[in-house]
Structure formats: structure tokens, C-alpha cells
């Protein structure tokens, strides 16, 4: 980097004082050691005409070859085409060969530092070294004058000029050894003379060119710019006083590296590069495509060694060419590259396109799904399942299901399939299970979804270290789906909140479950089904695993449908299973299978296309429910019930509650009214967040009744962090006296606190807090002791929450009546709401703080447990 800035400061210098500074010859040796493109990139920058650059050195002949093309103008700015980036790239053939000659490589032009060859012929301007040793030593720099003699002092002049560079040592060796006595001679050429060349034709820029006496066809080739793109590569030919001398087939050069037409060529010399002649383009699966040139008389054997023959998986039995017709219309030809004599004769403007093999593998057997090595396998007539798996642990994986498995065979008519249901474990055990031709065998999992594989196979790990990189690869995985979710979020993406926490693995099928492998094979089952031909489907409900649409088999009875479907669970009844077959006249018939679960009693009872069939659940069954007892009972815990126990039942199990607990304050929570309030305030959340949207875009006359952004957030950001307790008042002691009855659920939760001898003062009031109960202190008189109500008080709708849960509305019309403060009682809270008109009248301030409050009440109820 350095060195281009000392070399920009030169060139600059050399332009502003040209008259005045030369750059060395050192330094013009390394510009030109610089690649061509970054020496015209410089010279255009500061100005500089490349062919000035020759004045400060030498003037022979190899100097003036060397920069001679370092003077050639680069193309035109206009023809190179810039390429927008997102623009679709579209590639193009090229001509062939054309790309050798785009630049002018230094290493194709000789230099005088290479060794001259003895063939080389003398003419005048060789300026000869002739070193004379013996009794006399000199050195004699010696130039063939104008009528081609070699005067050497103190001998007689000799006629060099036509001699060759071998022929010349052997003249001077012999002219000394005759007319010198006790001298010898070396020879050796000190300086090379320059020729002139003519390059014309299809050049990039044609014209006279000095090179060296050593240059080839190509040398002047390179040193006119290379060719045009209509210039032949096949036909460049050099006339020598009127006469063609030689041709020069650039693609023999290319191809097979022949270089016999590249002469050398002599002062005088004419390179003409005709046009090009006929050409065919070659795309597709062949290696080297490309438009190539045509001479007359070449075969298809010339033209498949010019683009290189052609790949692997290339399809050679109808090869399309398109061919234009007597230069009036195109038609195609198909020609058979495969046979070893092919007939075809390429013709100017063919286009071949090579096209690729099926990528259907054929006259095999594919393994598909959780095994250990699937893909395709070879075929033969005594092919079986047992061959292709023949152990449970070493071929297939840990989650396969070895109950159910299926083949899908192409049917009779072209496109359809038929399907044969198997137990691998009964493939294994000796029955053989024969696979066609083209067989497609998928073996499935015995999990559908991915959070349950992944439960069930994470005890593979048997060593701890082995546990401890589960562990870290699982912790890593949920740091990538974090980290990714934080950029779509701060990119203003929406995301769905069980993606963040890892919930969308329950509702991610496994990839090798029945779900997603038997998807494509239903719907193309459905679509070969016609109106005689019923599609070869059934559906299973009901008290399986597996529950869903299953390809129908020939011969398939309930049995093999519960195989299919996972088995049954263990609440499914088994003494029969309903069908519900649709017939052709519209009707529904249904009818029992009775012993679905016996195999000797279901042989005959078949399933038809579309048959549905429904495995019952076993009368009064239930699953294990559990509640939990917490606070002031004599032994708290978790209690198993059946359905339909009660809560005072489920008390005395535990052994009643204690001499200090407080059953009128009792907090009783249930799963479904929890599940209930979040969908209440989730809906809530997107009601306040519509009124708050059209509300701020509301002005009433004279007053201003929009929320601030502000504002705005922070209600919906305190809405949305209030968490449903579902919680169910009840009166415990109406309960254990027996005068109600509760019945459990699973997932009931009781907590009996102590004795209560509070009274709590929550809202606008100046200072909230609890007070001791007092027998007989009223409700103004408690909201004394918290300091007063604020000015946004409301007054008029203060109520009281009991320690029941029970919400108490005292008399406003009689504020001041003396029976108000009978009413409170300890645990209780006094609840002062906010005045929803001192927020501008905004009456989703109000509902929105009645709804915190009262939410708020039930929490610092639940943080005493």
C-alpha cells in the first residue's frame, strides 16, 4: 500500500513537471511489475498517458515491445454494464476463448532476459557480443549494418545477415581460429533488433505494432488488445510478402495445447483475424458451456471434445437442438448422444441444450422415517423387510413404533398407490413382510409431538457427563430462540408469547410422527379416489393415542385400526367400539364391533373407505384428581378424591381444621375460574386498548378529554400485570356444619388462615393501612384513623370486602345510621374508590381503577398464605 502511494506522488510529480523530472528506470520497472488494471486505474486518476512513460528508458527494440501495450486505450466505460444488486441474474452463454485474450498478461510477451534459440535467423540491427580470449583479450559489441555484414576489428568483415544464431557461432569460431593465431571466440546476441508488424481484422485495435523477432502469432494478438467479439479464433492467418504462410487455430491451442500453428514471426509480417464463421451454442449438464465455432467438416465427436463432454447425471438419449431452417423458421431435432456412431452433424445456429436425468431413483426400496440409515436401497425378487432391518436397536431409532408400520406400493393404474399395514415387531419375530419393486416403507414414531419424544428420550443419556451436555445443548438452544426473539421483538414484530416461552414444542408435531408422515400419503389417497374407486381412508376417535384420518389397508379390521392409532388408552371401554359408515344413497349407518381388543373374535370386521370409528370411554371413568389443604387444617397437603367428593368430606379426611384457624376468612381457589378471569382479562385488555385508541382522538368542546401516550401505557401495562387468583367465595363454616356442599375439582386449593383481628383501609385515603378490630368502631371512624379520604375520593361508593370474599355496600342514604359499624367485622377491608370525574370525565378511569382495586383486595388476601 505504501508503495501505490510513493508511486501516486511520482506520477503526480511527473505530470505537473514533466519538463522538469524523469522517473528512473527503476522505478518505471516497478510500475510495470503493478497489474494492468491498477496501472491504467493510476493513469486515469492523476492524468497520465502510459505510453510517456517509455521517453525515460531505453530506446531498443525490446523496450519499445514491452510499453507498446500499456499504450492501448482501455475499453470503453459505456460498454461495461453495471449490475444492480437485487436485479435477477440471468446467465449468459459467452464465446469461447475470448476471455484468454480481455487483457494484455506481461508473461506473454518474450523479453531479451530468455535465451535465444540457435534456429533464430540474423538480420540487420542484431547487435552481436563477440568476447575474444588468448593472447589477447577483448570485448566487441558489434551491430549488423544495413547490407547484413559483422565487421569485427582487426578481421575481415563477414555476411551474417540470413545466417541462423548456430551458424553464426560456428562462422566466427572458425574465421578467428583462421586468421588469429592463439585466440578464441564466444558469441552471444547482446541486443535483438525490432520488427514490425501489421495486425488488421477483427482486432481490438489493429495497426502497426513493434515487437520482438521473438514474438509468435499470439504475442501480436495480445499486444493489438486481443479481438473483437466477432473475431474468428478458428482462422487467424499470417501473409508474408503477399503470401498466406500460416493458419493459426487458436482452439487447438485451447484445447489440447498445440501450438505448432503459432509461428514466429518476421519484419513485415501481416496477422489477419478474419470474422467468425459459423457457431452452435452448448448449454445445460455439459462441463464447459459455452458458443463455440464451427469449421467446416467437424462432427459431433469435435464438437463434444470442444465443450468437454458432458456431467455425470446428464441425459444423452434425446439430446433437443433447436435448429433455424433455410433462415426461415426453427425447428427441434432430438439426437441420441448415448450410441457410440451419433448422427448429428452440427450446422451454424443450432442450440443444444442438455438436459438432466429423473431424479426419481427407480428399481429400488426406501426406508423413510425413524430408522438409523434410511434412503434408497437395492432391489431384488427376494427382498423382505427383515433384510433391510434386522434388529430393533441397531437399525432403527429409539422412538419407532414397533406396533405399526406401512409400504406404500404403486398401484395398478399409473400414479395411484395402494397400502399394506405391518408390525415390525411381527416382521421381526419371522414373518415375512415381501417388498416390491419402488416400495416406499415408513416406519413412524410413537410420539406425535415433540415435547413428549423429547421427555421420553432423555434418559438415553446414561453417563453424567453425557446428561450434563443434554443439559448444555438444551440451555444453548433456548438462548439462540431468546436471542432471536429479542430482535424481532425490537424490530416491531409481533410474537406470539408461547413461542418465547418454549410452549410451542407441545403443539409441535414430531418429524417423524404419524401427523406429518401420513399428510402427503391421505391427500393423495383423497385425490386418485373416484366415483368408483372410494378413497382408501378411516377415521378413529376416541380413547386411542393416535386419534385422526389413516390411510385404509386391504383387509383391515378394528384391530389393525387401533394398531394404526396407537393402541388403546386406558380409560377406553373394550367390550365394543361404534361405526359410523356413510352408504351411496345418502343414508348413516351405525353398528357395534363387539371385543375390539381380541383377535380371534374380529377376524371378518372389515373397515370401508370413510368408515369412522369411535372407541368409547369406560362409564364413570375419571382421572386421579387432587386438592390441596393449606393453613389451619391438622394435616395440610395434597388428598386424591373421585369424582364427586365434597370439601367438608376431603375436611374431615384431614382431620378438621384447628382451634386457631378462622373458617369465615377462608380463600377456596379453583382452576376453571382462573382460567376464566385470564380470558376476562385478556378481553378487557383489548377493550380498554379500542376506547383508549378512539378516546385520545376525542376532544369535547372546551375540554380536552385525550390520554397521554404516558398514560395510556401504563394502564395497559398495570391491567396486564394483574394475575387471576380464581378465586371462589365461600362460607366455610355453612360448609362444615353441613347446611352447603361443595363439590371438588381437580385442582381445588383451600387455605384457613388464623384468627383475624384486623381491619384494613385501602384507596384514596391519605395514608393506607390496617387497625386493630374494635367491636363496635364504624366505617368513617377506621377511615379517620387512616387520616381522611383524598379530594378524588368518592365518597358515595365506599365499600367493604369481607374476609369471606363477600362484598358489602353499606347504606349511603343513612351514611351516619348506627348500624353501619355492625356490619364489619375482623379481616375485613374498607375499600375508598377514585372519583372517576377528577380525571376529565374519563369514565374508563373509573372502571379501570374499580377493577384494580377490587383485584388488588384478592391479593393481599392470597399474600397472607
Known sequence: MSFTRVLAIILFGFSAFVSAFSPTPEQIEQFKKLPKSQQEALAKQYGIDLSVLGAGTKTNAASNMELSPLSIEPRNPAEIEIEEPLKPVQKKLKPFGYELFAGTPTSFVPTEQIAVPNDYVLASGDVVSISLYGKETAIHELKIDREGRLSIPNFSPAYVAGLTYKELKQLIDNKVATEAIGLKAFVSIAELRSLRVLVVGEAYKPGSY????????????????????????????????????AKLDLYDLLLRGDSSGDITLQSGDVVFIPSVGPQVSVEGLIKRPAIFELKHGETAESLITMFGGFQEDAFLEQVEIKRVVDNAKKSVISVDFSKKQIDYLPQGGDVIKVQSVNNDIIDSVTLIGAVSRPGYYQWNEDLSFDQLVKSSKADLLPQADLNYAIIVREGRALGQIDIIQFSILDALNGEKISLQKNDEVYVFSRFNYLHKEENALRNLALTAA???????????????REQFNKKIISAGVKVNTAEINGDIKKATPTLFGRAKLLAPIIAKLEHQSTAGQPVAIFEIDGQVRFPGVYPLSQNKTARDALAAAGGLLESAFTEYAEVTRGLTNGEVLHFQINDIDSRAKNEGKLLASRDILNILRQPNWQESYKVQLKGEVKFPGIYTIKRGDSLEQVLTRAGGITKFAEPRAAIFTREAIKSQEEKQLQKLSEDLRKDIASKSFQKSIGSNTSLSYDETDKLLKDLASVKALGRLVIDLPDIISGREVLRLQDGDTLYIPGKQDSISIIGEVNYSSSHLFKQGVSIEEYIALSGGMKDRADEKKV?????????????????????????????????????????????LWSTATQIFYQLGVGVAAIARI
Not at 228 to 242: C, H, M, P, W
Not at 800 to 822: E, M, Q
Request: proline share 3%; aromatic share 8%; charged share 20%.
Open 210 to 245: 513493434i515487437l520482438s523477432p521473438l514474438s509468435n502469432v499470439t504475442h501480436a494478438l495480445f499486444a493489438s488488445g486481443g479481438l473483437t467479439d466477432i473475431a474468428s479464433l478458428r482462422n487467424v492467418e499470417v501473409k508474408r510478402k503477399g503470401k498466406s504462410v
Open 466 to 480: 453425557e446428561q450434563e451436555l443434554q443439559e448444555q445443548v438444551k440451555l444453548w438452544h433456548l438462548y439462540e
Open 799 to 843: 365499600y367493604v370486602i369481607k374476609a369471606n370474599g363477600a362484598v358489602f355496600i353499606p347504606n349511603y342514604t343513612n351514611w351516619f345510621a348506627v348500624n353501619n359499624h355492625l356490619e364489619l367485622e375482623a379481616g375485613d377491608t374498607i375499600v375508598v374508590p377514585m372519583d372517576s370525574s377528577h380525571m376529565d370525565n374519563l369514565t
